[in-house]
């Protein structure tokens, strides 16, 4: 457990660096999110 706390200190003494990482991540989602529902449309025969 000392890492995770360690790790979660280290992210609430730098809220912009946490920032970062939640843009980074939720810009990675939203590319993985687009290519299923370009899927999702296609197969339904939505586009």
Do not use: C, H, S
Not at 4 to 27: S, T
Request: no cysteine; proline share 4%.
């Amino acid at each position: 457990m000392r890492p995770i706390r360690e790790r979660r200190a280290e992210l609430e003494a730098n809220p912009k660096a946490l920032e970062g990482i939640l843009a980074d991540g939720a810009e990675r989602a939203r590319i993985i999110a687009q290519d299923t529902m370009r899927l999702v449309r296609k197969n339904m025969k939505l586009i």
